[in-house]
């Protein structure tokens, strides 16, 4: 055990280290999502995440953004447990039979001013799950959406700019 904590202090991290090039554009992306979050809410930005039928695939870009790699909780963004505590309802998948109740509900939890975001192909169209048994139909057939972000999946930095892109234009459109 002794051995395990001096191994681990001493050790450098074994995560990969971000491209230098990378890490300055979604510092600036991170930088402008704070900005436009603190200018028109007053606060960081809360999402709540809902897998409504995806492969997974997407749900590994959207945890990147909170991992040691990307580490965007420096700027402000903020993944929540709670629908109530949520700004944005970020959703991925094709919405199936099963998850249909629970993501209306979900919605239905949040309180205005709410926005939702479907992110990634599956989500806007139902991808390679179109006309699936098992599939309700997408997103916006189920829950009002406000912004898709297409992508199979869509990158970490895609989603960075999907949501930026949704605070601009909410500034314009939903006056609190
Ligand atoms: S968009 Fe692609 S990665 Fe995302 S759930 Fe659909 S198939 Fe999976």
């Known amino acids: 055990m002794r051995k395990l904590i001096w191994q681990s202090l001493l050790q450098s991290p074994l995560s990969e280290p971000i ?25 960081s930005l809360s999402i709540r995440e809902v897998d409504a039928g995806s492969c997974n ?14 580490d965007l909780e420096r700027f402000g963004l903020r993944f929540v447990a709670s629908p109530r505590h949520a700004d944005v309802l970020l959703v991925t998948g094709p919405v199936t039979k099963n998850m249909r109740e629970a993501l209306e509900r979900t919605y239905a939890a949040m309180p205005a001013p709410k926005w939702v975001v479907a992110a990634g192909d599956c989500a806007a169209d139902c991808g ?3 006309g699936s048994y098992a599939c309700v139909g997408a997103v916006a057939s189920v829950v009002p959406v406000d912004l898709h972000i297409r992508g199979c999946p869509p990158t970490p930095s895609a989603l960075l700019r999907g949501l930026i892109a949704l605070i601009d234009r909410s500034d314009a459109q939903k006056p609190f």
């Open 19 to 43: 491209s230098a090039a990378d890490d300055l554009g979604l510092a600036a992306l991170g930088r402008s999502l704070h900005t436009a979050a603190r200018r028109r809410l007053g606060r």
């Open 57 to 70: 695939a997407c749900e590994l870009e959207i945890h990147a953004l909170n991992n040691a790699f990307y």
């Open 128 to 130: 390679v799950f179109a």
